[in-house]
């Protein structure tokens, strides 16, 4: 089993909708980075969270320490937004930055 | 600020050759790692360099090694190159101010190698 998966592995959206991704791990965390890759491969760091919530334009996430859980959502998607999104934790180690990561949601939003 | 930078993009070798490839990170960023992606496995974790000393491995092969440099540019080299080393290399760097605290990780574009 993963130390960490991510639902779903694919999806498509019409343009407007609302999307959530999920992230779930198993071993303790520092924090946890939810990542957009597009194609040609260049990833870009949406958020990094250890507790609560952040948002960035009409991106939210949030995360449950308890849980073990973090969700990436998407208001009003846009064909722009089509990406891989990739979640990755820091797990509890002292002073490393290695990432372990999760196989990553393909988003399609369509016009 | 430059972001991180990766050379060469593209790499095409043949089986039992030998790789390096280059990253430099963003001006002020001490901490470098290296990460593989594949289509079957994702994104993997190489290495981690700090302040010239690797501070955690992943679990690769003794043919991966790394080194970083007084200035932080980090090197990987990848000796008796097999098909399946063909990847996506990225680095990513990271502003470690302290012990144990976290950073977010700035990646640079890839390097995509090929193994013939």
């Known amino acids: 089993k993963n130390e960490v998966e991510q639902s779903p592995q694919n999806l498509t959206a019409q343009e407007g909708e609302f999307i959530t991704i999920n992230c779930s791990y198993s071993v303790g965390i520092s924090a946890l980075h939810w990542l957009q890759q597009h194609p040609g491969g260049g990833i870009v760091s949406l958020f990094m969270l250890s507790s609560g919530k952040k948002k960035h334009g009409r991106l939210i996430a949030t995360i449950n320490i308890q849980e073990k859980h973090s969700s990436l959502h998407i208001t009003a998607s846009h064909p722009r937004d089509s990406a891989v999104y990739i979640c990755?934790?820091?797990?509890?180690?002292?002073?490393?930055?290695?990432?372990?990561f999760g196989k990553g949601t393909k988003l399609t939003v369509n016009p | 600020k430059a972001g991180v930078t990766q050379t060469p993009r593209y790499l095409i070798k043949t089986r039992g050759q030998q790789v390096t490839l280059s990253c430099s990170p963003i001006s002020g960023h001490r901490s470098v790692s290296w990460y593989q992606q594949t289509p079957g496995q994702g994104l993997q974790f190489l290495f981690e360099?700090?302040?010239?000393?690797?501070?955690n491995k992943g679990n690769f092969p003794g043919r991966f090694s790394g080194r970083q440099f007084s200035n932080s540019r980090s090197e990987m080299n990848v000796s008796t190159l097999e098909l399946g080393d063909s990847a996506l290399y990225l680095c990513?760097?990271?502003?470690?101010?302290?012990?144990?605290?976290?950073?977010?990780?700035?990646f640079g574009p890839g390097t995509r190698l090929t193994v013939l």
């Open positions: 990513a760097s990271s502003l470690v101010t302290s012990g144990n605290s976290y950073n977010e990780q700035f």
């Open positions: 360099y700090f302040s010239e000393t690797q501070r």
């Open positions: 990755a934790v820091r797990p509890t180690q002292g002073g490393s930055e290695k990432l372990v």
